[in-house]
């Protein structure tokens, strides 16, 4: 509705350090894949961009680095890094200061929430450690405007549809219980959900979920990405 949209939302997997190796892009100049090549680049698509949130997944140094750039840029942030100790990265979750305010947020370890005994999805044998970021901000030229940003990084892996099903079912569940809190406020769904338009996941969030998808609606084409943005 009117008096909850926001100008800009943008969802970006900047591709983790750890993940950035030569043997994964071969088409891409060594020089390319280093950090120190790649921050400025990603600064600059930062600012080019414009958000008034930012959606931000394989994120690391988040101190270190995001928060100091993006503060500087008029940005406050929020962060879930991956549960696991060989993994750095994280989903964080960026707003203008100037338009918004927090009131709350939940991280999300998509290992403990999807074996919760009250959920039925699938849970495998291994550990996938992907994470989940919601974030409840409200505008601040209209008190009563706030709504959930939902953040995710779904595993990779096509062959466990069930899995990936089972983490953007505890993704929906997790968004919803949160606008429930605030009397049933809209959701804006992000991420990095490694699916395809023709996938389970997509045919779930879009069908089951009852969430539209942002590319479908402003541009009437379904590219073939990765990443689906959605709002009931």
């Keep these: 509705g009117g008096d909850w949209l926001v100008s800009r939302v943008v969802s970006y997997n900047v591709l983790a350090k750890c993940y950035a190796k030569q043997k994964h892009f071969d088409a891409c100049k060594p020089e390319h894949l280093r950090w120190s ?31 100091k750039e993006l503060s500087a840029r008029g940005y406050s942030g929020v962060y879930k890094k991956r549960n696991s100790d060989r993994k750095y990265d994280g989903c964080a979750t960026f707003y203008r200061t100037d338009k918004y ?15 919760e005994p009250r959920s039925a999805d699938f849970t495998p044998d291994f550990a996938t450690h992907n994470v989940a970021l919601i974030t409840v901000l409200r505008p601040k030229d209209r008190p009563g405007g706030h709504f959930v940003v939902a953040n995710a990084h779904i595993f990779w892996d096509p062959t466990y549809e069930d899995l990936k099903i089972s983490q953007a079912r505890a993704l929906v569940r997790a968004a919803e219980e949160m606008a429930a809190r605030y009397q049933g406020v809209p959701i804006i769904l992000a991420g990095d959900f490694n699916s395809v338009p023709t996938s389970c996941v997509y045919s779930y969030i879009t069908s089951a979920a009852a969430f539209s998808s942002a590319y479908a609606t402003v541009s009437k084409n379904l590219p073939p990405a990765t990443a689906l943005e959605a709002a009931p």
Excluded: P
């Excluded at 090549?37 to 690391?60: H, S």
């Excluded at 947020?105 to 074996?115: A, N, R």
């Design 37 to 67: 090549e790649r921050r400025t680049a990603l600064l600059g698509v930062v600012e080019e961009l414009d958000a008034d949130i930012l959606c931000l997944q394989e994120v690391e140094d988040y101190d270190k680095f995001w928060v």
């Design 101 to 115: 305010e927090r009131l709350d947020m939940l991280g999300i370890e998509f290992d403990h929430y999807c074996s």
